[in-house]
């Protein structure tokens, strides 16, 4: 039996975060995006358990990004975010 695993599913949620922040590559001022990134291990292409999450907080003009813990990500969240497509 041929048992077909990999890792390559990622499932994310965003949020556009309710201040505005300056960015310093870019040097534009807009609201960033909060985002949660959750890797998972598929299993016959299909995910099947989530391995790793990430938490960031980036630029949406040029996609410079920093990366928050848990605590600090359900912070900015709480502390007024909406939900982004
Ligand atoms: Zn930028």
Not at 33 to 46: C, D, P
Not at 63 to 72: A, I, M, Q, T
Request: charged fraction near 25%.
């Amino acid at each position: 039996m041929i048992i077909i695993a990999g890792a390559g599913h990622t499932q994310s949620e965003k949020y556009l975060f309710d201040e505005d922040k300056h960015c310093f590559h870019c040097n534009n001022t807009s609201r960033w995006i909060l985002q949660k990134t959750r890797h998972f291990i598929t299993l016959f292409f299909l995910p099947v358990a989530p391995y790793k999450t990430e938490y960031t907080l980036y630029c949406p003009i040029c996609g410079n990004s920093v990366k928050l813990d848990k605590e600090k990500y359900d912070q900015m969240k709480r502390a007024g975010s909406q939900a982004f497509k």
